[in-house]
Antibody, heavy 122, light 105 residues
Framework: QVQLQESGPGLVKPSQTLSLTCTVSGASLTSGDYFWSWIRQPPGKGLEWIGYMHYSGSPSYNPSLRSRVTIFVDTSENQFSLKLNSVTAADTALYYC??????????????WGQGTLVTVSS | DIQMTQSPSSLSASVGDRVTITCRASQRISNFLNWYQQKPGTAPKFLIYAASRLQNGVPSRFSGSGFGTTFTLTISDLQPEDCAIYYCQQSYSTLTFGGGTKLEI
């Protein structure tokens, strides 16, 4: 059974870089045709896709965040990570990592990590 | 971006009822539409992909339909554990989610 677990600081100062890591267990990042993904949810609000990366390909980012986001994969640790630069209070959210799959042409996310709350505040 | 609009934003129903949630896309998205269920304090759970295909292990009382711009999630024989927020998500272009529908029982 594949499981994902987010980790990283829960508090980031404005203008600094948010850094999170997702550790995958029960499967290898390099097995299968999956897109290792980040999704966030501001408190009390809906879901926003941040981006994803296939272990052997180029990342794909949400255009609204592209200038500030980097997603990369560490196959030796079976982890993938998110960096979001120049954060503001608007980046305060519950950050989820998830495994993306493409089946009959549609991309969906399953499973998800439990999520980690990141607050941007001085 | 393609905007996904869900209706209603919230609804209340009783055990045994049949409820329908609608998701409308701002442009045609074929059947590239998925549904998730999120219970309080937990991550979203994947339910349905490609508009109508049930993920393994999801109860058969959940069903989806639609094509193009209008999609529906139907829950038959509502159970107490179905109390949750339901989100649609399109993958035709930049991935976006609907605003959610809160189902109270």
């Amino acid at each position: 059974q594949v499981q994902l677990q987010e980790s990283g600081p829960g508090l980031v100062k404005p203008s600094q870089t948010l850094s999170l890591t997702c550790t995958v267990s029960g499967a290898s990042l390099t097995s299968g045709d999956y897109f290792w993904s980040w999704i966030r949810q501001p408190p009390g609000k809906g879901l926003e896709w941040i981006g994803y990366m296939h272990y052997s390909g180029s990342p794909s980012y949400n255009p609204s965040l592209r200038s500030r986001v980097t997603i990369f994969v560490d196959t030796s640790e079976n982890q993938f990570s998110l960096k979001l630069n120049s954060v503001t209070a608007a980046d305060t959210a519950l950050y989820y990592c998830a495994r993306g799959s493409v089946v009959v042409g549609t991309t969906f996310f399953d499973p998800w990590g439990q999520g980690t709350l990141v607050t941007v505040s001085s | 971006d393609i905007q996904m609009t869900q209706s209603p934003s919230s609804l209340s129903a009783s055990v045994g009822d049949r409820v329908t949630i609608t998701c409308r896309a701002s442009q045609r998205i074929s059947n590239f539409l998925n549904w998730y269920q999120q219970k309080p304090g937990t991550a979203p759970k994947f339910l349905i992909y490609a508009a109508s295909r049930l993920q393994n292990g999801v109860p058969s009382r959940f069903s989806g339909s639609g094509f193009g711009t209008t999609f529906t999630l139907t829950i038959s024989d509502l159970q107490p554990e179905d109390c949750a927020i339901y989100y649609c998500q399109q993958s035709y272009s930049t991935l976006t989610f609907g605003g959610g529908t809160k189902l109270e029982i």
